[in-house]
């Protein structure tokens, strides 16, 4: 295998991870960029999901208030009624003694909640707890997944060389404000339950009525090209950790 040269960089929580030069030098691109906001990636391939990955040009905006366009979010969760659901987005053989609305309520109920523990800042709960143990953070906005592997407690942890945890990809967050498709891709088959059915349902009726936060996922192989304000990073920016 290819061995990477790897330096010891240090998050802004003060975390040290082992990273390539590579990579460090697309954060210090994305993290000045970042005071632009306006960007677009070409030839992004989204990384899971799919049986058959597409192929998107996205523009974007990669700037923004995180706190207030959550508590735009959630006043749009909020508004959201169960007349709005379309019907039967739950089998009858997913109800599990309970009604649809029954599913609406408890869900939405749940949404609210999680987005007020992210208001708040509350750490508490397994998958946040994950999250802060598998990311470094460079930047309001730019992030790094961590090379991972499951322990004997069955949760993901980061794996240490030498002490510390090592870079995997960059994460950007970002709104979308255009996507082109330039090939079309097929989505896997999941049998979800009654409440990720309905989660699905009342996250689509959001994203139609406010604006929803995604992540892109950086690595060496799944973009042509990412511009923010006239910065460009490439693929050979990227480089993922082989060693």
Not at 110 to 131: C, P, V, W
Not at 138 to 164: C, Q, W
Not at 187 to 201: D, F
């Amino acid at each position: 295998m290819t061995n990477i040269s790897r330096i010891l960089a240090t998050d802004i929580n003060g975390l040290q991870v082992w990273i390539t030069k590579a990579q460090l030098e697309a954060l210090s691109v994305l993290e000045v960029a970042q005071a632009g906001g306006c960007a677009s990636i070409n030839g992004y391939v989204p990384t899971t999901g799919y049986v058959v990955t597409p192929i998107v040009n996205i523009q974007m905006l990669t700037r923004f208030d995180y706190g207030r366009l959550l508590n735009r979010k959630m006043d749009a969760l909020k508004a959201i009624e169960y007349s709005d659901i379309p019907a039967n987005v739950i089998p009858d053989e997913k109800l599990k003694g309970k009604t649809e609305q029954e599913w609406f309520t408890a869900r939405k109920e749940q949404e609210i909640a999680s987005m007020q523990k992210t208001l708040d800042n509350d750490r508490s709960d397994a998958h946040r707890q994950g999250h802060d143990r598998c990311y470094a953070h460079f930047a309001r906005g730019i992030s790094a997944h961590l090379v991972t592997e499951k322990g004997t407690d069955g949760l993901m942890h980061p794996v240490l060389t030498n002490g510390y945890p090592t870079v995997s990809s960059i994460m950007v967050s970002f709104l979308e404000l255009n996507r082109t498709v330039v090939k079309e891709g097929v989505y896997k088959t999941v049998n979800s339950g009654a409440s990720v059915l309905m989660g699905n349902a009342i996250n689509s009726l959001l994203n139609q009525r406010s604006v929803g936060i995604r992540k892109l996922s950086l690595k060496e192989d799944n973009f042509q090209s990412l511009t923010i304000s006239k910065n460009v990073v490439l693929p050979d920016n990227i480089q993922a950790v082989l060693s």
